[in-house]
């Protein structure tokens, strides 16, 4: 008998997915269940999954290599999605397919399965990435060929007795991670209407934050952070520390009009505090150490980067050889940037470190000043010469232009 592993959420669409696949394809379906951090209990999914006929259940608790292999390697990169979006989902789907793959190798399964539908942007992520890694593996997306509407399903369920999870009576398509939460469906696909404030669980309104700003001070040794205002922590502690802090200030919402991959746009609500003030923070930092013309390739390696996590191309050459040129930078990333929150707003107003390529006596007005002042009248005229040729040619061009067109008549 064939054998089928399935990522399964616990929602509606992988709940149904387990009765459908060992019906469909006379199989023995295995689920595989991924702790990223997504904030809720995960102890009874096992059981759900086994009630529903899987014929085991596996529940993982993968934060740290989420953390270490994957949200670090992309803050490191400055890897944003069209400039806002921090890839929170995006990132734990080539995670997810490495789990699949490994595990189907366990349980000899000969494919694997997922809840993402034929609009979904994420089943690009996760079959391009089972591919990768396993190209002979066959990838099953019951929601893109079962034909079934949401009313179908829930009517599907009913008849086989299988609990419809609570989260069917939400207006709204969530998913939530370590690095951030995406909402999705119902009246956020006007572009024109403003989210409602219920939507938002890790962010407060304006009018609900603090009436006097926070200073949040993030230190980096060699591109990690590793202290919050002066506290050490361990990287999923400093980024759920960041998360409440920034949360509690209202920082981390994102509304955008998105380009899926598949051809698409749409509109995309974001939750990500720590993800906002990690990433302002790294950049900056980055910049204060880095020569200008090193600081706007990272810029546009970045953009590279967040094109490749998003397109599902994490496990490529592109990716990996990005990953390296980072990685020779990283070491001077040295230092502690402050943040100033303030009802929604996030600012950098301080960034120092031992390896600034800042000097104060070349920048100050002041006294102090050690800038050799004579040596610029020799640097603009040499840095202007091109510009001052191009003018003298002109009016040579244009002294003979009138001459040129009398002699033609």
């Known amino acids: 008998m064939e054998r089928i592993v399935l990522a399964y959420s616990g929602g509606l669409d992988t709940s149904v ?16 269940t991924l702790d990223l951090g997504q904030g809720r209990e995960l102890t009874d999914i096992r059981e759900r999954a086994l009630a529903l006929g899987a014929v085991r259940a596996h ?25 806002r979006y921090p890839l929170a989902t995006a990132l734990g789907r080539p995670l997810i397919a490495k789990t699949l793959v490994e595990i189907a190798r ?14 979904d942007n994420d089943q690009v992520g996760l079959d391009v990435s089972a591919r990768a890694l396993d190209p002979s593996i066959r990838v099953i997306a019951p929601a893109r060929t079962w034909g079934m509407s949401r009313s179908d399903e829930v009517a599907y369920a009913k008849a086989r007795n299988i609990p419809v999870p609570a989260s069917v009576d939400s207006a709204y398509s969530t998913d939530s991670n370590l690095w951030g939460r995406s909402i999705e469906c119902g009246v956020l696909e006007d572009p024109w209407q403003e989210p409602p404030d219920d939507i938002y669980t890790l962010t407060r309104g304006p009018l609900d934050c ?21 506290i050490d922590m361990p990287l999923i502690e400093l980024i759920e520390s960041l998360e409440t802090i920034a949360g509690a200030h209202g920082v981390g919402r994102i509304d955008m009009m998105e380009n899926r991959l598949v051809g698409i746009k749409s509109r995309e609500i974001y939750e990500a505090p720590a993800a906002v003030l990690l990433h302002a923070a790294h950049k900056e930092l980055q910049r204060l150490v880095v020569p200008r013309d090193l600081d706007r390739l990272t810029q ?3 953009r590279v980067y967040a094109d490749a996590v998003y397109n599902g191309y994490w496990f490529s050459p592109t990716r990996e050889a990005i990953d390296a040129f980072v990685a020779s930078i990283q070491p001077r990333v040295t230092g502690a940037v402050r943040l100033k929150l303030f009802k929604g707003d996030s600012r950098v107003v301080g960034r120092k470190s031992p390896f600034a390529l800042y000097d104060r006596g070349l920048a100050t007005y002041d006294t102090g000043d050690v800038f050799d002042h004579g040596a610029a009248e020799g640097f603009i005229k040499i840095w202007g010469l091109p510009i001052e040729t191009i003018a003298r040619k002109r009016k040579t061009v244009d002294a003979v232009a009138p001459a040129a067109k009398v002699e033609a008549k």
Not at 17 to 32: D, F, K, M, R
Not at 106 to 117: F, L, P, Q, R
Not at 210 to 230: C, H, I, L, S, T
């Open 17 to 32: 997915a387990i009765p459908w696949l060992a019906e469909t394809y006379q199989a023995e379906v295995i689920t595989v």
């Open 106 to 119: 366990i349980e000899g399964a000969t494919a694997i399965a997922h809840g993402c539908t034929g609009k």
């Open 210 to 230: 603090p009436n006097e700003p926070a200073y949040v001070d993030v230190e980096f040794e060699r591109g990690v952070p590793v202290r919050v205002n002066g």
């Open 59 to 83: 529940v993982l608790d993968v934060r740290e290599e989420f953390v270490r292999d994957y949200i670090l390697p992309a803050l490191q990169a400055g890897a944003i999605y069209e400039e």
């Open 300 to 302: 546009e390696m970045g």
